[in-house]
């Protein structure tokens, strides 16, 4: 029987890089505040100038797209958990 070689894709991303994410949450005084402060857990130089903020047409939520500096798949997947999990992140993608 022949031996089946393991399926290996090329990485999608090429590390390091400047990856955009994007958050959402309900528009409250603290949330970018907040976001900062957990990005920057993982990655010490993120700061508010790599932020484009936007509110939704009524006012109620608000999306920030965090430009974020990563050296490795797992520094970026540590990012996504860290605010996924926060309880004023309604998503981020």
Do not use: W
């Not at 022949?2 to 949330?31: R, S």
């Not at 009524?58 to 996504?80: E, F, M, P, R, W």
């Amino acid at each position: 029987m022949a031996e089946i070689e393991p399926h290996t894709a090329p990485p999608l991303i090429d590390f390091p890089c400047e990856f955009p994410i994007k958050v959402m949450g309900e528009t409250q005084d603290t949330f970018a505040q907040t976001i900062i402060d957990l990005i920057q857990t993982i990655v010490p130089s993120f700061n508010a100038a790599h932020i484009e903020m936007r509110a939704s047409s009524a006012g109620k939520y608000i999306s920030l797209t965090c430009t974020v500096h990563v050296i490795s798949q797992a520094q970026l997947d540590d990012v996504y958990r860290l605010i996924s999990k926060h309880p004023l992140v309604k998503f981020a993608l």
